[in-house]
Nanobody, 119 residues
Framework: QVQLVESGGGLVQPGGSLRLSCAAS????????VNWYREAPGKQRGLVAS???????TYADSVKGRFTISRDNAKNTVFLQMNSLKPEDTAVYYC?????????????WGQGTQVTVSS
């Protein structure tokens, strides 16, 4: 019922910045929780950042001070601002939203967007 469309990935040099976006569309819903995950080749998917209903944010130690998660509830869009990017940040990034609709909760995922940090 809800589709998540990601954008903003690409190739950047070390030290550069990218902003990932994830827009939700579909039937009436509310965003409860938003998470960003990433999956690098040969590694399992890991949580990068999250933001709760009350705006509490959590970050993996590896990205603290460099990444910022935010959301625009009015536009049903979430963002991941990534600064001071490192080659180790290279991965496919996935947006995950816990959505409330018709009295139920749904777990929705974006299609993934590739982030490559290389000289």
């Amino acid at each position: 019922q809800v589709q998540l469309v990601e954008s903003g990935g690409g190739l950047v040099q070390p030290g550069g910045s990218l902003r990932l976006s994830c827009a939700a569309s579909g039937s009436s819903f509310t965003i409860v929780t938003v998470n960003w995950y990433r999956e690098a080749p040969g590694k399992q998917r890991g949580l990068v950042a999250s933001i709760t209903t009350v705006g509490r944010t959590t970050y993996a130690d590896s990205v603290k001070g460099r990444f910022t998660i935010s959301r625009d509830n009015a536009k049903n869009t979430v963002f991941l601002q990534m600064n001071s990017l490192k080659p180790e940040d290279t991965a496919v990034y996935y947006c995950n939203m816990i959505l409330g609709a018709s009295g139920k909760h749904y777990n929705s995922w974006g299609q993934g967007t590739q982030v490559t940090v290389s000289s």
